[in-house]
């Protein structure tokens, strides 16, 4: 079973992700803010990160950074999730680090898609 990190602030927007992830076939393990997102990639070894952009402590965009600096962490796949698309948000997560950008409020069918993509391409 995949193992998702889920980096998401708000505690409904978690709950309600973290369920439906679960029903699709997914482990998930979570990070409140940047800083927890750091750590926990480190210690659950995630096949995957989904990272909202906008996260106390340290934003989505530097704990990307930080996460893809650590040794064996270059190649794991990060999807950038955010409530606020605003222009260039799309390129600077890229940028950042992340294989992919999502918007909520999540579109199910279209973010497990992307997951799918993104745990089939070779590591």
């Not at 600096?69 to 796949?77: E, Q, S, T």
């Amino acid at each position: 079973m995949p193992k998702i990190l889920l980096v998401e602030d708000n505690e409904m927007n978690r709950d309600m992700l973290t369920r439906r992830l679960a029903r699709a076939g997914y482990a998930v393990v979570h990070a409140a803010d940047g800083e927890e997102a750091i750590l926990k990639a480190a210690e659950e070894t995630p096949d995957l990160i989904l990272m909202d952009l906008s996260l106390p402590k340290i934003d989505g965009w530097e704990a990307t950074r930080q996460i893809r600096a650590r040794d064996g962490h270059a190649k794991l796949p990060i999807i950038a999730l955010t409530a606020h698309a605003m222009a260039g948000d799309r390129e600077r997560a890229l940028a950042a680090g992340c294989d992919d950008f999502d918007t909520k409020p999540v579109e199910l069918p279209r973010l497990l898609g992307k997951i799918e993509t993104l745990l089939a391409r070779p590591r």
